[in-house]
């Protein structure tokens, strides 16, 4: 059986909760999203999206490394991670008008599966590249996750693209608003309509709180947040 929603209907749940998104984030200064922040400081990120949901807190040493937890729960499959992060600072360069960096992230953990009811070890790198200016961005992340069963072992490939505009460049301190689309690429997924994903999307961040929401090509809500300190 096939349900049919209106889009009025799925427009609801975002419209109800953009006041409290902006009036949220009015109560901070500039934040980058990315997986490393100040030396000494703690971030926690929360995804929500077709897929999963996911949790990842994580503590910044210097300014190229960071590590913490990261939890998701995969709704489909009812199954949940628990897991290791660390993220790495490979690359970057630093322009007048703009910045580019290039990142590892490496997890690994124990996916339990409530289907069979069993623990698998579960793995997965990342190489993510951005490329950022007051006005336009730019991102590229690929994806390989490892899944170690008893009897088969699985690998499976993801990635994803965003481009993004500020429709006005705020001053420092401001609050600062993106416009962005973002393509999904998961060719490996059992569910076709989940092989290409689009989703437009709005930013919005200032000072230590960053979030995102957005209505993919499968009427399914996007919803992210960041948080530092």
């Known amino acids: 059986m096939v349900m049919i929603v209106s889009k009025t ?6 419209l109800s909760i953009l006041p409290f998104i902006l009036f949220f984030s009015a109560s901070f200064c500039f934040l980058e999203a990315r997986p490393i922040s100040y030396p000494g400081s703690w971030t926690f990120m929360e995804q929500h999206n077709w897929e999963k949901t996911l949790v ?6 210097n300014a190229k490394n960071s590590i913490g ?3 998701a729960y ?14 790495h600072l490979l690359f970057r360069k630093n322009q007048k008008k703009s910045q580019s960096n290039l990142y590892s992230k490496i997890h690994f953990g ?3 599966k409530t289907k069979n009811q069993t623990n ?6 990342n190489l993510s590249f951005d490329w950022e200016t007051r006005k336009h961005f730019f991102l590229y992340a690929a994806e390989i996750e490892h899944t170690d069963e008893k009897l088969t072992k699985s690998n ?5 693209a965003k481009i993004g505009i500020a429709p006005y460049v705020a001053p420092y301190g401001s609050i600062h608003t993106w416009l962005m689309l973002q393509f999904e690429h998961h060719p490996d997924d059992p569910n076709f309509d989940n092989h290409f994903i689009l989703t437009p999307m709005v930013r919005f961040f200032k ?3 960053l979030c995102e929401i957005g209505l993919n090509s499968n009427n399914q809500i996007l919803f992210n947040t960041i948080i530092r300190f």
């Open 9 to 14: 209907l799925l427009f609801k749940p975002l």
């Open 56 to 61: 990842h807190i994580h503590y910044s040493p």
């Open 69 to 71: 937890f990261l939890g």
């Open 74 to 87: 995969y709704q489909e499959e009812d199954d949940r991670l628990y897991a290791m992060q660390w993220n």
């Open 110 to 112: 124990r996916l339990e």
């Open 120 to 125: 698998v070890f579960h793995s997965a790198f």
């Open 156 to 160: 499976t490939f993801h990635q994803k």
């Open 207 to 209: 000072g230590d709180y």
